[in-house]
């Protein structure tokens, strides 16, 4: 059951815009993963930039460098 979470500063993306983001991340996981479109979940969490170090960096990417598969091309 793959589940990929988006998390980005804030965008003005509509629906519209979102189901497309949704439907071409599911596509390449279900290419990759060899899954079911049903197998495959996605969420859009936006951050806003101020919180990004402590919501993000300090919890996700920092301490799990290592694990990343795309590391950033920045630090903090």
Known sequence: MP???IKCFPRDLNDEQKTALAEDIAEVIIRHFNSKDSSVSVALIQ???EDWKAQVWDTEIGPKLDELIKKPGYSM
Request: hydrophobic share 35%.
């Open 3 to 5: 589940h990929v979470d």
């Open 47 to 49: 951050v806003n930039q």
